[in-house]
């Protein structure tokens, strides 16, 4: 009977004992989210402070890339050795690709790309505000807002590349290869060859594919490429991309 008393009590008293530290635990937690909460708050309006300088009070027309230099001073890349991808003209195939499996990282997946990712946005002359209709277009002149920081942000994201980068191009199409896209006139031009080590171009091709890798396009981006940055080229279907980030079994540098 005596130890039937001593194992009731010992079990009360840890009970007990756990009771009493649940308060505590969420005092602990309470305080230590709000703090965090308090940084990140800090954090984010510094972050906002250097985007909105770009533009606010400007004429949408004449926000040039160099605008963004204090947002990209403020929040800069973390390099992604061997991780990093580029794309022209693959967007969803692309995306669809890294969301499912967590090989490559886009500018997309970084949490500036992130957040800006499908917004449009603008300021006006005499305003301190920030518009989100009435903007100009991406086409409508050179230096607009949303146009002038994907510039600013995708030459950012390629200066920081390093070791094997890869970027996805666009087998239906006769030139995968433009000099006139971002990838092509400011993504290869920022590429340094200290850090990058090689580019390898994973080439999607569909059933009805109008290029390969001997496209001459191709022989474009090897002349632009800085020197000392190894270049290949690989033709992957469609088909195989969209099997490869399904079967989460298949190691990343198995897909192609
Ligand atoms: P893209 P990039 N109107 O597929 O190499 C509206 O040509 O240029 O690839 N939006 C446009 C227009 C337009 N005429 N043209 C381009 N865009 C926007 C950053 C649109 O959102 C990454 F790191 C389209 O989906 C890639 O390596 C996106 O620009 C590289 O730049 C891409 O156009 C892809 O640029």
């Given at each position: 009977?005596?130890?039937?008393?001593?194992?009731?009590?010992?079990?009360a008293?840890?009970?007990?004992?756990?009771?009493?530290?649940?308060?505590?635990?969420?005092?602990?937690i309470?305080?230590?989210?709000?703090?965090?909460?308090m940084?990140?708050?800090?954090?984010?309006?510094?972050?906002?402070?250097?985007f909105?300088?770009?533009?606010?009070r400007?004429?949408?027309?004449?926000?040039?890339?160099?605008?963004?230099?204090?947002?990209?001073?403020a929040?800069p890349?973390?390099?992604?050795?061997?991780?990093?991808?580029?794309?022209?003209?693959?967007?969803e195939?692309?995306?669809?690709?890294?969301?499912?499996?967590?090989?490559?990282?886009?500018?997309?997946?970084?949490?500036?790309?992130s957040?800006l990712?499908g917004?449009?946005?603008?300021?006006?002359?005499?305003s301190?505000?920030?518009?989100?209709?009435?903007?100009?277009?991406?086409?409508?002149?050179?230096?607009n807002?949303?146009?002038?920081?994907?510039?600013r942000v995708?030459?950012?994201?390629?200066?920081?590349?390093?070791?094997?980068?890869?970027?996805?191009?666009?087998?239906?199409?006769?030139?995968?290869?433009?000099?006139?896209?971002?990838?092509?006139?400011?993504?290869?031009?920022?590429?340094n060859?200290?850090?990058?080590?090689?580019?390898?171009?994973?080439?999607?091709?569909?059933?009805?594919?109008v290029?390969?890798?001997?496209?001459?396009?191709?022989?474009?981006?090897?002349?632009?490429?800085?020197?000392?940055?190894?270049?290949?080229?690989?033709?992957?279907?469609e088909?195989?991309?969209?099997?490869?980030?399904?079967?989460?079994?298949?190691?990343?540098g198995?897909?192609?």
């Open positions: 009977a005596v130890l039937l008393l001593i194992v009731v009590l010992g079990v008293l840890g009970v007990a004992l756990k009771r009493n530290s649940e308060p505590f635990k969420k005092t602990f309470d305080r230590y989210s709000a703090e965090l909460s940084i990140f708050q800090i954090h984010c309006g510094k972050i906002w402070t250097a909105e300088q770009a533009y606010v400007k004429d949408p027309c004449k926000v040039p890339m160099e605008a963004y230099d204090p947002l990209m001073a929040a890349f973390k390099p992604a050795c061997n991780r990093m991808m580029f794309w022209s003209k693959t967007k195939v692309v995306h669809d690709f890294t969301a499912k499996k967590d090989c490559f990282l886009t500018l997309e997946d970084t949490l500036l790309g957040v990712d917004l449009t946005w603008c300021g006006k002359e005499g301190s505000d920030t518009f989100t209709a009435g903007c100009p277009g991406w086409t409508d002149c050179d230096n807002t949303v146009r002038s920081f994907w510039n995708s030459a950012a994201f390629a200066d920081a590349a390093c070791g094997d980068a890869t970027v996805m191009l666009n087998g239906s199409l006769a030139t995968p290869f433009s000099p006139y896209s971002i990838f092509g006139s400011i993504e290869v031009k920022n590429f060859s200290q850090r990058m080590k090689s580019l390898n171009v994973v080439l999607i091709t569909q059933e009805k594919n290029s390969n890798c001997s496209n001459a396009s191709f022989k474009d981006l090897q002349k632009e490429l800085d020197g000392g940055i190894k270049y290949n080229c690989k033709e992957v279907s088909a195989q991309l969209q099997w490869c980030s399904s079967s989460p079994e298949t190691p990343c198995s897909c192609w």
